[in-house]
Protein backbone atom coordinates (compact mmCIF):
# COMPACT_ATOMS: atom_id res chain seq x y z
CA UNK A 1 0.00 0.00 0.00
CA UNK A 2 1.46 3.61 -1.11
CA UNK A 3 2.04 5.59 1.73
CA UNK A 4 0.04 9.13 1.65
CA UNK A 5 1.35 11.84 1.02
CA UNK A 6 1.84 15.46 2.97
CA UNK A 7 -1.47 16.72 1.33
CA UNK A 8 -3.85 13.43 2.19
CA UNK A 9 -2.17 13.38 5.65
CA UNK A 10 -3.49 16.66 6.16
CA UNK A 11 -6.63 15.75 4.56
CA UNK A 12 -7.09 13.04 7.15
CA UNK A 13 -5.82 15.20 9.96
CA UNK A 14 -8.45 17.66 9.62
CA UNK A 15 -11.11 15.02 8.25
CA UNK A 16 -11.28 15.63 4.84
CA UNK A 17 -10.80 12.38 3.26
CA UNK A 18 -13.16 12.47 1.66
CA UNK A 19 -13.91 14.33 -1.58
CA UNK A 20 -17.34 15.71 -0.84
CA UNK A 21 -16.37 16.78 2.57
CA UNK A 22 -13.02 18.33 1.30
CA UNK A 23 -14.98 20.27 -1.32
CA UNK A 24 -17.61 21.71 1.07
CA UNK A 25 -14.86 22.98 3.56
CA UNK A 26 -12.79 24.18 0.67
CA UNK A 27 -16.21 26.00 -1.09
CA UNK A 28 -16.68 27.39 2.93
CA UNK A 29 -12.97 28.78 3.02
CA UNK A 30 -13.58 30.58 -0.14
CA UNK A 31 -16.83 32.35 0.86
CA UNK A 32 -15.19 33.38 4.05
CA UNK A 33 -12.09 34.57 2.44
CA UNK A 34 -14.43 36.18 -0.41
CA UNK A 35 -12.33 34.46 -3.11
CA UNK A 36 -14.10 33.62 -6.48
CA UNK A 37 -13.07 30.00 -7.22
CA UNK A 38 -14.15 27.01 -7.41
CA UNK A 39 -12.95 23.15 -7.29
CA UNK A 40 -14.13 19.93 -8.66
CA UNK A 41 -13.64 16.10 -7.83
CA UNK A 42 -11.49 16.07 -10.10
CA UNK A 43 -9.16 18.52 -8.94
CA UNK A 44 -9.14 17.50 -5.82
CA UNK A 45 -7.93 13.67 -6.67
CA UNK A 46 -5.16 15.39 -8.78
CA UNK A 47 -4.07 17.10 -5.73
CA UNK A 48 -3.96 13.51 -3.82
CA UNK A 49 -1.26 12.40 -6.19
CA UNK A 50 2.81 12.40 -4.94
CA UNK A 51 3.38 14.98 -7.62
CA UNK A 52 0.13 17.64 -7.61
CA UNK A 53 -0.11 20.37 -10.47
CA UNK A 54 0.64 23.75 -8.85
CA UNK A 55 -2.91 25.45 -7.45
CA UNK A 56 -3.77 28.77 -8.92
CA UNK A 57 -3.14 31.72 -7.48
CA UNK A 58 -6.81 32.21 -5.67
CA UNK A 59 -6.77 28.26 -4.89
CA UNK A 60 -3.63 28.56 -3.57
CA UNK A 61 -4.69 31.18 -1.08
CA UNK A 62 -7.68 29.04 0.41
CA UNK A 63 -5.75 25.95 0.76
CA UNK A 64 -2.98 28.55 2.68
CA UNK A 65 -6.34 29.99 4.53
CA UNK A 66 -7.46 26.30 5.30
CA UNK A 67 -4.33 24.17 6.52
CA UNK A 68 -2.94 27.10 8.17
CA UNK A 69 0.24 26.69 6.48
CA UNK A 70 2.02 27.25 2.87
CA UNK A 71 0.69 24.72 0.70
CA UNK A 72 4.59 23.97 -0.11
CA UNK A 73 4.63 22.77 3.04
CA UNK A 74 2.12 20.22 1.85
CA UNK A 75 3.88 19.13 -1.10
CA UNK A 76 2.49 21.61 -3.58
CA UNK A 77 5.51 23.06 -6.74
CA UNK A 78 4.79 26.88 -6.00
CA UNK A 79 3.99 29.41 -5.47
CA UNK A 80 1.58 30.61 -8.33
CA UNK A 81 2.45 34.04 -9.94
CA UNK A 82 0.08 36.91 -7.95
CA UNK A 83 0.98 34.81 -4.64
CA UNK A 84 3.64 36.00 -1.83
CA UNK A 85 5.40 34.10 0.39
CA UNK A 86 5.32 34.68 3.79
CA UNK A 87 5.22 33.33 7.08
CA UNK A 88 1.65 33.68 7.80
CA UNK A 89 1.82 36.37 10.17
CA UNK A 90 0.75 39.59 10.21
CA UNK A 91 3.09 42.88 9.36
CA UNK A 92 3.01 43.86 13.11
CA UNK A 93 3.87 40.04 14.29
CA UNK A 94 6.50 39.67 11.62
CA UNK A 95 10.33 39.41 13.46
CA UNK A 96 8.27 38.10 16.56
CA UNK A 97 8.97 34.54 17.78
CA UNK A 98 6.71 31.46 17.24
CA UNK A 99 4.19 30.50 20.16
CA UNK A 100 3.05 27.36 21.23
CA UNK A 101 -0.15 26.83 20.01
CA UNK A 102 -0.99 23.96 21.98
CA UNK A 103 -0.70 25.70 24.90
CA UNK A 104 -2.58 28.83 23.93
CA UNK A 105 -5.61 26.99 23.21
CA UNK A 106 -5.66 25.09 26.74
CA UNK A 107 -4.57 28.78 27.84
CA UNK A 108 -8.29 29.65 26.85
CA UNK A 109 -10.09 27.58 28.76
CA UNK A 110 -14.06 27.22 29.10
CA UNK A 111 -15.79 30.16 28.13
CA UNK A 112 -17.96 32.78 29.74
CA UNK A 113 -19.16 32.45 33.04
CA UNK A 114 -23.01 30.70 31.80
CA UNK A 115 -25.68 33.29 31.62
CA UNK A 116 -29.95 32.17 31.04
CA UNK A 117 -29.44 30.17 29.08
CA UNK A 118 -26.00 28.94 28.81
CA UNK A 119 -23.49 29.91 26.64
CA UNK A 120 -23.45 28.58 23.56
CA UNK A 121 -21.03 25.90 21.75
CA UNK A 122 -19.77 27.84 19.46
CA UNK A 123 -18.54 30.38 22.49
CA UNK A 124 -16.66 27.27 24.35
CA UNK A 125 -13.01 26.12 23.67
CA UNK A 126 -11.64 26.81 20.18
CA UNK A 127 -11.16 23.11 18.10
CA UNK A 128 -7.34 22.64 18.42
CA UNK A 129 -5.55 24.10 15.31
CA UNK A 130 -4.64 23.13 12.30
CA UNK A 131 -1.20 21.03 10.97
CA UNK A 132 1.54 23.22 12.44
CA UNK A 133 -0.22 25.00 15.20
CA UNK A 134 -1.69 27.43 12.71
CA UNK A 135 -5.05 28.91 12.82
CA UNK A 136 -7.47 28.20 9.41
CA UNK A 137 -10.87 28.86 7.99
CA UNK A 138 -12.12 26.46 10.52
CA UNK A 139 -11.67 28.35 13.79
CA UNK A 140 -12.08 31.14 12.16
CA UNK A 141 -16.04 29.90 11.24
CA UNK A 142 -16.14 28.78 15.22
CA UNK A 143 -15.16 32.60 16.23
CA UNK A 144 -17.80 34.25 13.81
CA UNK A 145 -20.19 31.43 14.73
CA UNK A 146 -19.71 32.79 18.08
CA UNK A 147 -20.60 36.30 17.27
CA UNK A 148 -23.69 35.38 15.66
CA UNK A 149 -24.72 33.31 18.68
CA UNK A 150 -24.66 36.24 20.33
CA UNK A 151 -26.69 38.11 18.16
CA UNK A 152 -29.27 35.79 19.20
CA UNK A 153 -28.58 36.40 23.03
CA UNK A 154 -28.82 39.97 22.76
CA UNK A 155 -32.28 39.59 20.75
CA UNK A 156 -33.72 37.35 22.91
CA UNK A 157 -32.55 38.30 26.71
CA UNK A 158 -30.87 42.51 25.95
CA UNK A 159 -27.75 43.49 26.49
CA UNK A 160 -26.86 43.95 30.28
CA UNK A 161 -26.48 40.08 30.90
CA UNK A 162 -24.50 39.30 27.54
CA UNK A 163 -22.45 41.85 27.07
CA UNK A 164 -19.68 40.40 29.39
CA UNK A 165 -19.95 37.16 26.90
CA UNK A 166 -19.31 39.62 23.76
CA UNK A 167 -16.47 40.60 25.88
CA UNK A 168 -15.20 37.89 27.08
CA UNK A 169 -15.38 36.39 23.06
CA UNK A 170 -13.57 39.93 21.87
CA UNK A 171 -10.74 39.33 24.40
CA UNK A 172 -10.46 35.33 23.03
CA UNK A 173 -10.48 37.19 18.93
CA UNK A 174 -7.79 39.32 20.04
CA UNK A 175 -5.56 36.25 21.94
CA UNK A 176 -6.07 34.78 18.63
CA UNK A 177 -4.52 37.59 16.29
CA UNK A 178 -1.36 38.39 18.81
CA UNK A 179 -0.73 35.12 19.25
CA UNK A 180 -1.43 32.98 16.80
CA UNK A 181 -0.01 31.79 13.08
CA UNK A 182 -2.06 32.08 10.16
CA UNK A 183 -1.51 33.18 6.58
CA UNK A 184 -2.36 37.25 5.98
CA UNK A 185 -5.97 36.19 4.56
CA UNK A 186 -7.27 34.74 7.59
CA UNK A 187 -5.65 37.55 9.21
CA UNK A 188 -7.54 40.33 7.60
CA UNK A 189 -10.39 38.09 8.66
CA UNK A 190 -9.61 37.90 12.67
CA UNK A 191 -8.90 41.77 12.23
CA UNK A 192 -12.79 42.30 10.96
CA UNK A 193 -14.11 40.01 13.12
CA UNK A 194 -12.48 41.89 16.20
CA UNK A 195 -14.38 44.96 14.57
CA UNK A 196 -17.51 43.62 14.48
CA UNK A 197 -17.30 42.40 17.78
CA UNK A 198 -16.23 45.54 19.65
CA UNK A 199 -19.00 47.16 17.28
CA UNK A 200 -21.47 44.42 18.89
CA UNK A 201 -20.03 45.40 22.62
CA UNK A 202 -20.64 48.71 21.70
CA UNK A 203 -24.29 47.79 21.25
CA UNK A 204 -24.54 45.67 23.89
CA UNK A 205 -23.71 48.50 26.61
CA UNK A 206 -25.58 50.96 24.76
CA UNK A 207 -29.13 48.25 25.43
CA UNK A 208 -27.62 48.89 28.78
CA UNK A 209 -27.77 52.42 29.49
CA UNK A 210 -23.49 52.10 29.57
CA UNK A 211 -23.20 55.23 27.13
CA UNK A 212 -19.81 55.71 27.51
CA UNK A 213 -18.38 52.34 27.12
CA UNK A 214 -20.82 52.05 23.97
CA UNK A 215 -18.90 55.13 22.90
CA UNK A 216 -15.55 53.49 23.35
CA UNK A 217 -15.72 49.91 21.89
CA UNK A 218 -17.84 52.10 18.67
CA UNK A 219 -14.43 53.90 18.44
CA UNK A 220 -12.50 50.71 18.27
CA UNK A 221 -14.71 49.24 15.90
CA UNK A 222 -14.52 52.77 13.70
CA UNK A 223 -10.13 52.35 13.95
CA UNK A 224 -10.78 48.92 11.96
CA UNK A 225 -12.82 49.61 9.63
CA UNK A 226 -11.05 52.62 8.72
CA UNK A 227 -7.74 50.67 9.10
CA UNK A 228 -9.17 47.98 6.84
CA UNK A 229 -11.09 49.81 4.24
CA UNK A 230 -14.42 47.91 5.38
CA UNK A 231 -17.31 49.79 3.85
CA UNK A 232 -19.79 47.24 5.53
CA UNK A 233 -18.22 47.76 9.44
CA UNK A 234 -18.18 51.71 8.73
CA UNK A 235 -21.88 51.32 7.86
CA UNK A 236 -22.38 49.35 11.19
CA UNK A 237 -20.77 51.71 13.37
CA UNK A 238 -22.55 54.53 12.11
CA UNK A 239 -25.46 53.04 11.81
CA UNK A 240 -25.32 52.59 15.72
CA UNK A 241 -23.93 55.65 17.04
CA UNK A 242 -26.78 56.80 14.87
CA UNK A 243 -29.39 55.66 17.22
CA UNK A 244 -27.40 56.41 20.36
CA UNK A 245 -27.65 60.15 19.30
CA UNK A 246 -31.08 59.94 18.97
CA UNK A 247 -31.57 58.55 22.09
CA UNK A 248 -29.44 60.79 23.98
CA UNK A 249 -31.52 63.93 22.28
CA UNK A 250 -29.00 64.95 19.98
CA UNK A 251 -31.19 64.58 16.85
CA UNK A 252 -28.57 66.34 14.10
CA UNK A 253 -25.66 64.73 15.30
CA UNK A 254 -27.79 61.25 14.56
CA UNK A 255 -28.84 62.71 11.16
CA UNK A 256 -25.06 63.08 9.96
CA UNK A 257 -24.27 59.65 11.26
CA UNK A 258 -27.53 57.59 9.70
CA UNK A 259 -26.32 60.04 6.12
CA UNK A 260 -22.73 58.28 6.37
CA UNK A 261 -24.14 55.62 7.12
CA UNK A 262 -26.90 56.02 4.16
CA UNK A 263 -23.82 56.77 1.55
CA UNK A 264 -22.09 53.21 2.08
CA UNK A 265 -25.25 51.34 1.87
CA UNK A 266 -26.19 52.97 -1.46
CA UNK A 267 -22.40 52.13 -2.78
CA UNK A 268 -22.68 48.46 -1.04
CA UNK A 269 -26.66 48.02 -3.07
CA UNK A 270 -28.38 46.40 0.00
CA UNK A 271 -31.84 47.20 -0.02
CA UNK A 272 -32.13 45.88 3.56
CA UNK A 273 -29.56 47.93 4.71
CA UNK A 274 -30.00 50.64 2.99
CA UNK A 275 -34.35 50.70 4.44
CA UNK A 276 -32.55 50.08 7.97
CA UNK A 277 -30.32 53.48 7.41
CA UNK A 278 -33.64 55.02 6.18
CA UNK A 279 -35.59 54.32 9.46
CA UNK A 280 -32.81 56.05 11.49
CA UNK A 281 -32.82 58.94 9.45
CA UNK A 282 -36.69 59.69 9.34
CA UNK A 283 -36.69 59.38 13.33
CA UNK A 284 -33.72 62.07 13.34
CA UNK A 285 -35.86 64.33 11.30
CA UNK A 286 -38.85 63.71 13.31
CA UNK A 287 -37.38 64.88 16.72
CA UNK A 288 -35.68 67.60 14.55
CA UNK A 289 -39.66 69.00 13.85
CA UNK A 290 -39.25 67.76 9.84
CA UNK A 291 -41.78 65.67 10.38
CA UNK A 292 -42.90 66.17 6.32
CA UNK A 293 -39.30 64.76 5.57
CA UNK A 294 -39.03 62.22 7.61
CA UNK A 295 -42.16 60.39 7.13
CA UNK A 296 -40.91 60.61 2.88
CA UNK A 297 -37.39 58.44 4.61
CA UNK A 298 -39.68 55.93 6.22
CA UNK A 299 -42.21 55.64 2.98
CA UNK A 300 -38.60 55.35 1.26
CA UNK A 301 -37.17 52.62 4.33
CA UNK A 302 -41.00 50.84 3.44
CA UNK A 303 -40.14 50.69 -0.44
CA UNK A 304 -37.22 48.94 -0.05
CA UNK A 305 -37.81 46.23 1.71
CA UNK A 306 -40.23 45.13 -1.07
CA UNK A 307 -36.92 44.30 -3.23
CA UNK A 308 -35.23 43.04 0.39
CA UNK A 309 -34.29 40.22 -2.25
CA UNK A 310 -32.46 42.18 -4.43
CA UNK A 311 -28.27 42.85 -4.06
CA UNK A 312 -26.13 41.59 -1.54
CA UNK A 313 -27.40 38.92 1.30
CA UNK A 314 -28.30 41.11 4.38
CA UNK A 315 -25.83 40.69 7.37
CA UNK A 316 -26.75 38.51 10.38
CA UNK A 317 -27.23 42.24 12.79
CA UNK A 318 -29.96 43.15 10.39
CA UNK A 319 -31.73 40.24 10.53
CA UNK A 320 -34.25 42.12 12.58
CA UNK A 321 -35.36 44.11 10.15
CA UNK A 322 -38.70 43.62 8.52
CA UNK A 323 -42.40 44.40 8.71
CA UNK A 324 -42.21 44.69 13.02
CA UNK A 325 -39.28 47.52 12.64
CA UNK A 326 -41.36 49.18 10.15
CA UNK A 327 -44.62 49.03 11.95
CA UNK A 328 -42.99 50.73 14.93
CA UNK A 329 -40.92 53.60 13.24
CA UNK A 330 -44.41 54.75 11.56
CA UNK A 331 -45.85 54.55 15.29
CA UNK A 332 -43.16 56.52 16.99
CA UNK A 333 -43.26 58.81 14.12
CA UNK A 334 -47.24 59.21 14.56
CA UNK A 335 -46.69 59.44 18.40
CA UNK A 336 -44.14 62.14 17.87
CA UNK A 337 -46.31 64.29 15.99
CA UNK A 338 -49.29 63.61 18.42
CA UNK A 339 -50.99 61.52 16.28
CA UNK A 340 -51.54 58.79 19.75
CA UNK A 341 -54.56 57.36 17.70
CA UNK A 342 -52.97 56.47 14.72
CA UNK A 343 -49.47 55.80 16.26
CA UNK A 344 -51.47 53.11 18.57
CA UNK A 345 -53.10 50.98 15.60
CA UNK A 346 -49.29 50.86 14.21
CA UNK A 347 -47.71 49.67 17.78
CA UNK A 348 -50.26 47.18 17.97
CA UNK A 349 -49.30 45.73 14.43
CA UNK A 350 -45.43 45.90 15.32
CA UNK A 351 -46.44 43.81 18.18
CA UNK A 352 -48.34 41.28 16.31
CA UNK A 353 -45.57 41.07 13.25
CA UNK A 354 -42.62 40.91 16.02
CA UNK A 355 -41.12 37.21 16.30
CA UNK A 356 -41.68 35.54 19.76
CA UNK A 357 -37.67 35.19 19.65
CA UNK A 358 -37.01 38.50 20.01
CA UNK A 359 -37.73 38.97 23.81
CA UNK A 360 -36.39 42.32 24.26
CA UNK A 361 -38.35 44.03 21.27
CA UNK A 362 -41.22 43.04 22.38
CA UNK A 363 -41.04 44.21 26.04
CA UNK A 364 -40.13 47.28 24.26
CA UNK A 365 -42.88 47.50 22.19
CA UNK A 366 -45.50 46.76 24.83
CA UNK A 367 -44.32 49.42 27.12
CA UNK A 368 -44.15 52.07 23.94
CA UNK A 369 -47.62 51.30 23.42
CA UNK A 370 -48.95 51.38 26.55
CA UNK A 371 -46.84 55.21 27.25
CA UNK A 372 -49.07 56.07 23.80
CA UNK A 373 -52.65 54.97 24.47
CA UNK A 374 -51.89 57.29 28.34
CA UNK A 375 -51.06 60.02 25.83
CA UNK A 376 -54.09 59.12 23.91
CA UNK A 377 -56.40 58.82 27.71
CA UNK A 378 -57.04 55.06 26.76
CA UNK A 379 -56.21 54.69 30.56
CA UNK A 380 -57.70 51.56 31.10
CA UNK A 381 -56.02 49.59 28.33
CA UNK A 382 -52.16 51.00 28.67
CA UNK A 383 -52.71 49.80 32.23
CA UNK A 384 -53.10 46.50 30.88
CA UNK A 385 -50.35 46.54 28.40
CA UNK A 386 -47.99 47.81 31.63
CA UNK A 387 -48.74 45.16 33.89
CA UNK A 388 -48.89 42.11 30.94
CA UNK A 389 -45.32 43.97 30.32
CA UNK A 390 -43.89 42.61 33.30
CA UNK A 391 -44.45 38.98 32.33
CA UNK A 392 -42.75 40.02 29.00
CA UNK A 393 -39.41 41.06 31.22
CA UNK A 394 -38.99 38.44 33.53
CA UNK A 395 -36.22 37.05 31.41
CA UNK A 396 -34.71 39.94 29.73
CA UNK A 397 -32.73 42.24 31.07
CA UNK A 398 -32.05 45.82 29.46
CA UNK A 399 -31.05 49.17 31.05
CA UNK A 400 -33.19 50.48 27.72
CA UNK A 401 -36.36 48.17 28.33
CA UNK A 402 -36.06 49.44 32.51
CA UNK A 403 -35.69 52.62 31.02
CA UNK A 404 -38.88 52.18 29.79
CA UNK A 405 -40.66 50.71 32.44
CA UNK A 406 -39.82 53.92 34.49
CA UNK A 407 -41.37 56.30 32.19
CA UNK A 408 -44.36 54.00 32.06
CA UNK A 409 -44.54 53.70 35.69
CA UNK A 410 -44.24 57.83 36.00
CA UNK A 411 -47.25 58.28 33.95
CA UNK A 412 -49.54 55.86 35.54
CA UNK A 413 -49.11 57.52 39.01
CA UNK A 414 -49.92 61.32 37.65
CA UNK A 415 -53.23 59.54 36.25
CA UNK A 416 -56.36 60.12 38.55
CA UNK A 417 -58.00 56.26 37.73
CA UNK A 418 -57.54 53.36 39.97
CA UNK A 419 -56.64 51.00 36.84
CA UNK A 420 -53.76 53.14 36.54
CA UNK A 421 -53.08 54.19 40.29
CA UNK A 422 -53.14 50.38 40.58
CA UNK A 423 -50.80 49.43 37.45
CA UNK A 424 -48.17 51.84 38.84
CA UNK A 425 -48.01 50.17 42.28
CA UNK A 426 -47.63 46.79 40.43
CA UNK A 427 -44.93 48.21 38.35
CA UNK A 428 -43.12 49.78 41.06
CA UNK A 429 -43.00 46.91 43.10
CA UNK A 430 -41.46 44.60 40.01
CA UNK A 431 -39.28 47.46 39.66
CA UNK A 432 -37.93 47.07 43.25
CA UNK A 433 -38.05 43.15 42.85
CA UNK A 434 -35.88 43.27 39.69
CA UNK A 435 -33.38 45.78 41.31
CA UNK A 436 -32.88 43.78 44.31
CA UNK A 437 -32.27 40.26 42.18
Known amino acids: MSELTAFQNACAANGWDKPADFLRAFQAAADVL ?52 ESGLLLTQRGSSGVDRRAFVNSIGAAAAAIVP ?35 LDDAYGGCDVRSLATRHLRRVRRVLNNSKFPETI ?48 LLVFASMSL ?3 YEGRPRDGLDLARAAQERATKLGSPVLQSIIAVREARALTLMTDAR ?23 AWAAFHGAAELDYAQ ?17 RAALDHQDRSYGRNRALYRLTLAQNLIHDDEVDEAAAYAVESMEHLEEVESGRVMRMLTKVTGLLDNVDAVSAREAADELKEYAHMKGAA
Open 34 to 85: TEPVTLTDRQFRRWKQPAPPMPRARAWRVLHAMFGVSPAELGFPGPPPGVTV
Open 293 to 315: TGSKRLAEAMRLMEHSDRGRPTP
Open 244 to 246: QAV
Open 187 to 234: GRQLQLLAGETAEHCGWLHYDAEDQDEARRYWGEALTTATMLRDANLE
Open 118 to 152: AAPAHLRPLTPPGRGGAIGTAQLLELREGLRSLYH
Open 331 to 347: GLLYAEQGHHHAASQFL
